[in-house]
């Protein structure tokens, strides 16, 4: 089977955001996690290309994108103090978005390092 092989790519799982990892990748997984260390060779080596879960789901149940968006719109419009909470393992862009929508809605904002 054809490896893939992707070199200088970032590890964001533990902050450190290395940058100098070599991945080596089939059509549905990474194989190999070259300069890793072993927190981000579990990460990289356990994710892949399958479609494991559905792409948003709304009490519990499988719902479309837009549905769950509608659906976390009314959540947030009704919520007396809404918490925007997580944002671990996602871009400095989501970030900002996240940002800026806690200040749209009067929310408050924490990440999951505060446990
Ligand atoms: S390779 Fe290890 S130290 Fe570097 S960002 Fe990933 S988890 Fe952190």
């Not at 990892?21 to 549905?28: F, G």
């Not at 996690?33 to 009490?59: M, Q, R, V």
């Not at 009704?78 to 862009?93: F, H, I, K, Q």
Request: aromatic letters at 6%; proline letters at 3%.
């Amino acid at each position: 089977m054809t490896q893939n092989v992707v070199k200088h790519a970032v590890c964001t799982f533990c902050g450190c955001t290395c940058d100098d990892i070599e991945l080596h990748a089939d059509a549905e997984r990474i194989t190999e996690a070259k300069k890793a260390c072993i927190l981000g060779k579990s990460w990289f080596l356990n994710h892949t290309a399958e479609h494991l879960y559905p792409d948003a789901l709304i009490d519990g149940q499988p719902a479309s994108v837009d549905d769950a968006v509608e659906a976390a719109a009314e959540f947030l419009h009704r919520a007396d103090m809404p918490l925007v909470y997580g944002l671990s393992n996602v871009t400095c862009e989501a970030q900002r978005e996240a940002v800026s929508l806690a200040e749209l809605i009067g929310g408050v904002i924490d990440s999951h390092s505060s446990l």
